[in-house]
């Protein structure tokens, strides 16, 4: 059956589109994607492929995991998701182990939230705070994005110490995903993302300010930037 999974991602190729992606998830020597090929396959196509093939065992879903090829892993953690609905535990283990490999941000933001967010929702979460503290870059991102599972169930606490832990981050992908979840907080309830920015915003890269505060009515969000709060 992975045989035939990847013979039918094969057959969707688009060198085209394989060409823009590579450029767009920057996959090119010494940048964040590098060594990432793509076969040009887009979202919900690879969504309806992963969907007849929802009973792999995870050592086939590892081969996909361990392979070059972006789409083989996205695939892979899509059937992933629909397993851990099922199997929940050693899903979110074998998940983890993996971490490493669920490496571009698109990946990430698809699958942790999924996955890793809603397995700890009532569990501890030390590994969020282990994994933020991470050298890796996408472990990083895995412990911030994994929190939106905590944000639409109005738990804050995690996500704005997660925060607090990647504000001074060097990576632009951690400024967006912190920014991003700062502003999906803020959706939930303003009044804790005001709280939190103004002990803080002075501090944040200007990327990640912009996206925290990007749904503030127009003079709000202005005297952010200005310094002005």
């Known amino acids: 059956m992975l045989q035939q999974l990847i013979s039918e991602l094969n057959s969707l ?7 823009i992606l590579q450029r767009f998830f920057k996959t090119g020597e010494g940048q964040y994607g590098g060594g990432d090929v793509f076969l040009g396959i887009k979202i919900p196509v690879q969504r309806s492929v ?81 994994l933020a503290r991470s050298e890796n870059l996408w ?32 990576h632009d992908l951690i400024h967006k995903a912190v920014g991003w979840m700062l502003r999906e907080v803020g959706k939930r309830d303003e009044k804790v993302l005001e709280e939190f920015l103004k002990k803080n915003y002075q501090k944040m890269p200007r990327i990640m300010l912009r996206y925290s505060i990007e749904k503030f009515e127009e003079g709000k969000r202005k005297s952010y930037l200005k310094g002005k709060v």
């Open 139 to 170: 472990e990083k991102r895995i412990a911030i994005v994994s929190t939106f599972a905590f944000i639409r169930n109005d738990k804050f606490e995690d996500t704005l110490a997660i925060v607090e832990i990647l504000l001074k981050d060097s």
């Open 13 to 19: 190729k688009d060198p085209r589109q394989a060409e």
């Open 50 to 130: 992963a969907k007849k093939y929802y009973d792999l065992d995870l050592k086939e879903i590892q081969e996909l995991l361990n392979s070059k090829i972006h789409e083989y892993r996205m695939v892979g953690l899509f059937i992933l998701i629909d397993k851990y609905k099922k199997e929940g535990e050693k899903v979110f283990e074998f998940y983890l182990k993996n971490s490493k490999k669920i490496n571009n941000w698109d990946l990430v933001d698809l699958s942790a939230p999924n996955i890793v967010g809603d397995f700890l929702l009532d569990k501890n979460k030390d590994i969020l705070y282990k």
